[in-house]
């Protein structure tokens, strides 16, 4: 496996009176796409807004390669190489998708190549550049919040259930652009409902359950397991392939 670049050891999430996260120990390997599974209320969504700060860890240690980030500032996190797509997409509604790009171009100008290969990914992203993108759809917000996410390369890309509502042809789109971002030696966490989307794109799965690691190995592995799989979401991945 490859080396380690973001580790969570023992990780507690209190939210007001609520202990969500209860001891989460997860390694997320270098340029590999790691997929972070379990049923609802399990704390996934938590997990990734402990790492970005949104809510901070109660107890436990969260390093970034040699950076630990339990006590900086969501925006300094995100100035150490990480990118974070929430559930709600979190974009600009009122500014057009070319500012909410501008915008996610921390270091500068926009790099019209890095442009162009998203417009490959998702070749509708130039018919709506002006518009504003809270008067899009949810498949094109979507598209733009994943956009956003990696208008620049960064060190980690953080994505919480992209496929959540869209239509297949969107879904497939989504996996597609997922992919490619792969090829370039990307290190993703993705958390996802979507089963056939986790069984197509993942590296590596963690499971979540009551606010722990459960498990955690290769997804090909998983995948092939149909008890595991039932053991431990209550159903099957290959059957929703």
Same mark, same amino acid.
């Given at each position: 496996?490859?080396?380690?670049?973001?580790?969570?050891?023992?990780?507690?999430?209190?939210?007001?009176?609520?202990?969500?996260?209860?001891?989460?120990?997860?390694?997320?390997?270098?340029?590999?796409?790691?997929?972070?599974?379990?049923?609802?209320?399990?704390?996934?969504?938590?997990?990734?807004?402990?790492?970005?700060?949104? *809510?901070?860890?109660?107890?436990?240690?969260?390093?970034?390669?040699?950076?630990?980030?339990?006590?900086?500032?969501?925006?300094?996190?995100?100035?150490?190489?990480?990118?974070?797509?929430?559930?709600?997409?979190?974009?600009?509604?009122?500014?057009?998708?070319?500012?909410?790009?501008?915008?996610?171009?921390?270091?500068?100008?926009?790099?019209?190549?890095?442009?162009? *290969?998203?417009?490959?990914?998702?070749?509708?992203?130039?018919?709506? *550049?002006?518009?504003?993108?809270?008067?899009?759809?949810?498949?094109?917000?979507?598209?733009?919040?994943?956009?956003?996410?990696?208008?620049?390369?960064?060190?980690?890309?953080?994505?919480?259930?992209?496929?959540?509502?869209?239509?297949? =042809?969107?879904?497939?789109?989504?996996?597609?652009?997922?992919?490619?971002?792969?090829?370039?030696?990307?290190?993703?966490?993705?958390?996802?409902?979507?089963?056939?989307?986790?069984?197509?794109?993942?590296?590596?799965?963690?499971?979540?359950?009551?606010?722990?690691?459960?498990?955690?190995?290769?997804?090909?592995?998983?995948?092939?397991?149909?008890?595991?799989?039932?053991?431990?979401?209550?159903?099957? =991945?290959?059957?929703?392939?």
């Amino acid at each position: 496996m490859s080396d380690i670049l973001l580790q969570l050891s023992g990780v507690h999430t209190h939210i007001g009176p609520y202990h969500i996260l209860q001891g989460v120990d997860l390694s997320v390997p270098r340029a590999q796409l790691t997929m972070l599974l379990g049923r609802n209320g399990a704390g996934k969504s938590t997990t990734l807004r402990t790492i970005m700060g949104l *809510w901070r860890a109660s107890a436990g240690s969260i390093t970034l390669e040699q950076t630990a980030l339990t006590q900086l500032a969501t925006a300094d996190i995100a100035l150490r190489g990480i990118a974070y797509v929430p559930e709600n997409m979190g974009i600009f509604s009122d500014l057009s998708v070319r500012e909410n790009m501008l915008l996610a171009a921390r270091s500068g100008p926009i790099n019209q190549q890095r442009l162009d *290969w998203i417009f490959s990914l998702f070749p509708a992203l130039q018919q709506f *550049w002006q518009k504003p993108a809270g008067k899009l759809s949810g498949g094109q917000k979507q598209m733009v919040a994943i956009s956003r996410a990696i208008i620049e390369k960064r060190k980690l890309y953080m994505f919480d259930e992209p496929s959540k509502g869209l239509a297949p =042809v969107m879904v497939n789109s989504m996996i597609s652009a997922l992919r490619e971002l792969k090829k370039e030696g990307a290190t993703i966490l993705l958390v996802e409902q979507n089963l056939a989307v986790a069984q197509a794109l993942g590296d590596r799965v963690a499971v979540m359950d009551s606010g722990k690691i459960i498990h955690q190995g290769s997804m090909q592995e998983f995948s092939g397991n149909a008890a595991l799989q039932q053991q431990l979401l209550g159903l099957n =991945v290959g059957a929703h392939a």
